[in-house]
C-alpha cells in the first residue's frame, strides 16, 4: 500500500503565500511524477502541476507565475509553492503520484487534501 499526506494549507488573505507538501510512503519503488490538484466546493476536481522524477513540470496556464511545483526525490516528497494567492484559489488541494511497486505501476494513489482558504 502507497500512503500520500499532505500538509501545509490554510486561511491566507488576498496576496499571501502557502507552501503545500506532499509525502508518499509505503511500497514504492519509484515515484515517477506526482502531482497537485485541486477541488472547489462544487465544481470538479482540476489539475494544478505536475513533476516527473527528472524534473519535467506542467502547469496550468492560469497558475504559471504564481505556483511553483518541486519536489525531493531523495524524501519521495513534492511541493507546491502558491504567491500571490486569490480568493480563487479557494480549494481543497490534493496529491497524486504515479507510483512503481513491486505489483506494477500506478497512478491512482491520493492524498486526503488539504484546505486552502484565501479570504479578507
Known amino acids: 500500500q502507497v500512503q500520500l499526506v499532505e500538509s501545509g494549507g490554510g486561511l491566507v488573505q488576498p496576496g499571501g503565500s502557502l507552501r503545500l507538501s506532499c509525502t508518499a510512503s509505503?511500497?514504492?519503488?519509484?515515484?515517477?511524477?506526482m502531482g497537485w490538484y485541486r477541488q472547489a466546493p462544487g465544481k470538479q476536481r482540476e489539475l494544478v502541476a505536475t513533476?516527473?522524477?527528472?524534473?519535467?513540470?506542467n502547469y496550468v496556464d492560469s497558475m504559471k507565475g504564481r505556483f511553483t511545483i518541486s519536489r525531493d526525490n531523495a524524501q519521495n516528497t513534492a511541493y507546491l509553492q502558491m504567491n500571490s494567492l486569490k480568493p480563487e484559489d479557494t480549494a481543497v488541494y490534493y496529491c497524486?503520484?504515479?507510483?512503481?511497486?513491486?505489483?506494477?505501476?500506478?497512478?491512482?494513489?491520493w492524498g486526503q487534501g488539504t484546505q486552502v482558504t484565501v479570504s479578507s
Open positions: 497524486n503520484a504515479n507510483v512503481g511497486t513491486n505489483r506494477g505501476t500506478f497512478s491512482g494513489y
Open positions: 509505503g511500497n514504492i519503488f519509484r515515484i515517477y511524477a
Open positions: 513533476i516527473t522524477s527528472g524534473g519535467v513540470t
